[in-house]
């Protein structure tokens, strides 16, 4: 099986067809997909201008969403780096206890649905290495938070386990991201839960 780098040069190949090159596209996000496959692909194609369903979008369009992607994949695996070398050497230090921090990223290793997405159609329009950027930094922060840690609103209605979605939690109506409960403070959890249902995004 072809890795991500493989596929990545597959994708620029220009001797390949416009659609192996939009498949080898698609096969990158089973290695690297921050919102889940499906949301991941509906961002990149707004983002480089083709529709989800288009077999012959135009190369150099395809060749812009790799960009971005790579772009985000290249912060994420820098953070793998940084996180497992300073828990190594927590534990050579004696520091065994397991925080918030350990529990989210033993949850995203990979790189698939670190920042799950509500709806496929709904995610926010920032680049994707900026919104991994700030996802991390409220998570190293350490400190829980009323506002989303991607687009800062302080609106959110608590998506349930039998929704569909990649996991269940408090989501931001502006942007759709599901935050980890551990980043919000429990006044914005307790309303989150109140606004639960379908309805709380119909209303955004």
């Known amino acids: ?15 390949l067809v416009t659609a192996q090159r939009r498949t080898a596209l698609r096969k ?3 290695r690297f997909a921050p919102y889940g496959h499906r949301a991941t ?18 190369p150099a369009r395809l060749v812009a969403a790799l960009t971005e992607l790579e772009e985000a994949r290249a912060l994420w695996l820098a ?7 300073r828990r190594r050497k927590e534990k050579h230090e004696g520091v065994r206890q397991v925080g918030a921090l350990d ?3 033993r949850r995203t290793w ?4 670190i920042v799950p997405c509500e709806s496929p159609q709904r995610h926010p329009a920032a680049r ?12 190293e ?8 840690p991607v687009c800062g609103s302080t609106r959110f209605a608590w998506v349930p386990d039998e929704s569909g979605c990649p996991a269940a939690g408090p989501a931001c109506r502006e942007c759709g991201v599901l935050a980890p409960a551990s980043v919000l403070t429990p006044d914005a959890l307790s309303t989150a839960a109140v606004r639960h249902g379908a309805g709380a995004f119909a209303a955004a």
Not at 41 to 58: K, M, V
Not at 110 to 113: I, Q, V, W
Not at 128 to 139: G, H, K, N, Q, T
């Open 79 to 85: 953070y793998e780096e940084e996180f497992a070398a």
């Open 128 to 139: 994707l290495a900026e919104v991994l950027r700030r996802m991390i930094a409220a998570m």
């Open 28 to 30: 990158c996000l089973e």
């Open 41 to 58: 692909w509906h961002h990149l194609c707004t983002r480089a201008g083709f529709a989800t369903q288009d077999r012959d979008p135009d």
């Open 110 to 113: 990979g790189g698939c649905d």
């Open 103 to 105: 529990e989210w990223h």
């Open 141 to 148: 922060a350490g400190r829980p938070r009323r506002d989303c």
């Open 1 to 15: 099986m072809a890795g991500f780098r493989a596929l990545a040069e597959q994708v620029r190949n220009p001797r």
